[in-house]
C-alpha cells in the first residue's frame, strides 16, 4: 500500500490528525524481510488490514503461519483509507462477518479486534466481535476529523479527512473503555491519547488489561518506559501487589 498523497499530518490542539492511509510494504515483505531482523525478543502484535473480506482472509491466512508473531490485531477501523478500513467496523453485521472470516483461517493466534470510535454504540460492536470469536477486542482507533487551510480555503489534508488521536480524544476513549468492559467477557487492549502512566492507569481502572500508546511517542519517544516506570512506583506506593487488581476497578 502506498498510502496517501499529500500533507498526511496535521497537529491540533492537544492531539494530531494523521491520514497516513496504512502504507507499508505488504505481509509477505513483512514475512520474509522484516520479521527475522527484529531483535528484540518482547512479543510481537502484528495489526493487519484488507481492502475486502478476501483480502483481510489472504491476508490472515499468511499472518497465520508467521511463528514469531504473537498475536494478530485486526484493524476494521481505520478512517483514512479508501478500500475498507472504517467500513468493516462500522455496524456490528459487519463487525462479525470479517471477524468470523479471519477466525475460520487464523488457527494459530489469539485475535484481537481493534474496534472504530466512529459508531453509535461501540459496546454492541464489541459484543459482536466477541461473539463471532474475537479474543480481546482493542479500543479506540481514531475520530473521523478535518483540518481546513485558511490560507488555501482547502483542506489541509492530501486524504481530506483523517484520524483523530492524542490528549484530545483521552476522555471519550476512557469512556468507550468502560461501556465495552460491561458489555464483553474477554480482555480489552485501551487507547486514546495516553501521555503519562495516570493516564494508562484510567483505561486500567475503565475496565483495559493492556494499553497501546500512538500520538503521544510523537511528541516523547521514551513514554512507553515512563508509563511503566510510573505504574510501578504507583503499585509500590499503594502497596498494590497485582496490577490485575486495578482492572475495571472504576466500575461502581
Ligand atoms: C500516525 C499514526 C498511524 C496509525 N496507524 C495505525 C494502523 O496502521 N493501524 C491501526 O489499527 N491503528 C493505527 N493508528 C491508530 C492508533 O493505533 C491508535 O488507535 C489511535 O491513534 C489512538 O491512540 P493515541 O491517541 O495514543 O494515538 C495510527 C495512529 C497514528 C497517529
Known amino acids: ?35 527475522k531482523n527484529i531483535k528484540y525478543s518482547s512479543p510481537i502484535i502484528l495489526n493487519i488490514n484488507g481492502a ?17 508473531v504473537n ?21 456490528c453485521e ?3 462477518n470479517t471477524t468470523k472470516a479471519v477466525r475460520k483461517v487464523l488457527t494459530k493466534k489469539p485475535l484481537i479486534v481493534k474496534l ?9 460492536i464489541a459484543k ?12 479506540v482507533n481514531t475520530f473521523l476529523a478535518m483540518k481546513i487551510d485558511t ?14 488521536s492524542g490528549d484530545c480524544i483521552r476522555p471519550i476513549a476512557v ?33 483495559a488489561s493492556l494499553v497501546s500508546i500512538g500520538a503521544g511517542i510523537f511528541s516523547n519517544p521514551m513514554l512507553p518506559i515512563e508509563v511503566i516506570r510510573g505504574i510501578d512506583n504507583y503499585l509500590k506506593e499503594n502497596k498494590i501487589e497485582n496490577i490485575k487488581e486495578l482492572i475495571g476497578a472504576a466500575h461502581l
Open 1 to 35: 500500500k502506498e498510502g496517501n498523497k499529500g500533507i498526511r499530518i496535521a497537529e491540533t490542539p492537544s492531539g494530531m490528525i494523521n491520514c497516513i492511509g496504512l502504507e507499508n510494504p505488504g505481509i509477505e515483505y513483512f514475512k520474509n524481510n522484516i520479521v
Open 52 to 68: 475486502s473480506i478476501d483480502e483481510y482472509i489472504k491476508v490472515s491466512e499468511i499472518a497465520n503461519e508467521i511463528e514469531r
Open 175 to 207: 469512556r468507550m473503555v468502560y461501556q465495552v468492559y460491561k458489555a464483553v467477557k474477554i480482555p480489552i487492549v485501551g487507547m486514546g491519547g495516553i501521555s503519562s502512566y495516570d493516564d494508562a492507569l484510567e483505561f486500567i481502572m475503565a475496565g
Open 116 to 124: 472504530s470510535p466512529n459508531v453509535t454504540d461501540i459496546a454492541a
Open 128 to 139: 459482536a466481535a466477541e461473539d463471532a470469536g474475537a479474543d480481546s477486542v482493542s479500543l
Open 94 to 96: 459487519s463487525a462479525e
Open 151 to 164: 490560507k488555501t480555503r482547502k483542506p489541509l489534508l492530501g486524504n481530506i479527512f483523517g484520524g483523530l
Open 71 to 91: 498475536f494478530i490485531e485486526l484493524n476494521i477501523s481505520c478512517p483514512n483509507v479508501k478500500n475498507g478500513g472504517m467500513a468493516f467496523g462500522a455496524s
